[in-house]
């Protein structure tokens, strides 16, 4: 009963973590991007620095009417959003926030986290194809398409920190993690944080719901919570790429004076920063440019950081 209990307990707070930590997250953007593009409006819902911002946009969500296409697969069309959001959570059942502070211990961590979230690109190719819309579908395809390109260097550089840890652990990772790994396994950092940018889509990596041409992409068809899910699903993406990056890259909750939990806090807030600022300021990549990065660029850059991994760890 008492092991029971603690699942439970567990369960009970991975759950309420998953749904604050990407709301935080989506009211960060709302005030980041509004300082930077000098955006007045979500500085004053609900007076103190727009504090009721993200909850005006929860209550116009809400009464938004619900609308299924009558061409749509009705029932692959309302599973979507939840297949999108649902590896998310899991994910997180994974990640170590402290020493023993994680709903689960696999060995194989890194694999299963690597495996689900590519899981997710499913429910965009569900409502691109479900939707009848030929802007859908496009967009759903172009998800894939992406997947396929950035998934080679993201599992690369995470393969690397693997080789240095000697585990695939997630928590046995921070626990092997060194300060001096700031600088040896800095590519395959940069590598996996930028392939994890394009796997969610985030600008500039977002051509599959890029406005100009595909208007939303495979989101087009969708209104009131169901699109409210999809918006979700990106904030919980940004959560889950900024806390594994900080695990396997930044040492997880390594740091001085301060709790371990707080400091895994404050580098994944850190890093959903950085995933603002670069949506503010880079503009959206060609398609060409696109795959150009992942195949020129990034997976050869992670195969130099695993051969500079391999060498460290024998001599």
Known sequence: MPELLEVAIRLVVIVGVFLLLPLIVGQMEHKVMAHMQSRLGPMYAG????????????????????????????????????????????????????????????????????????????G??????????????????????QLMSYELPLVLAAASVAMAAGTLSLQGIVEAWEPWWLAWQAIGAVVFFVAGLAELRRPPFDMPIAESELIMGPMTEYTGIRFALFMLTEYAGIV????????????????????????????VFALAFVVIWVRVSFPRMREDQLQRLAWVGLVPLALVQLALTGVVKVL
């Open 124 to 145: 965009s190719i569900m409502a691109g194809w479900s939707s009848g819309n030929k802007y859908s579908v496009l967009g759903g395809m172009r998800s894939a398409a």
């Open 240 to 267: 889950v790429l900024s806390a594994l990056t900080t695990v396997l890259f930044l040492g997880g909750w390594h740091g001085p004076l301060l709790p371990g939990p707080v400091w895994t806090l404050i580098k």
């Open 47 to 122: 007076g103190f620095h727009g504090w009721a911002q993200l909850i005006a946009d929860g209550v116009k969500f809400m009464q938004k009417e619900d609308i299924i296409p009558a061409a749509a697969d009705r029932t692959v069309f309302k599973l979507a959003p939840a297949v999108a959001l649902v590896p998310y959570l899991v994910v997180l059942v994974v990640i170590p926030v402290g020493p023993g502070l994680l709903g689960a211990d696999l060995d194989a961590g890194i694999f299963f986290v690597l495996a689900v979230m590519g899981v997710g690109v499913l």
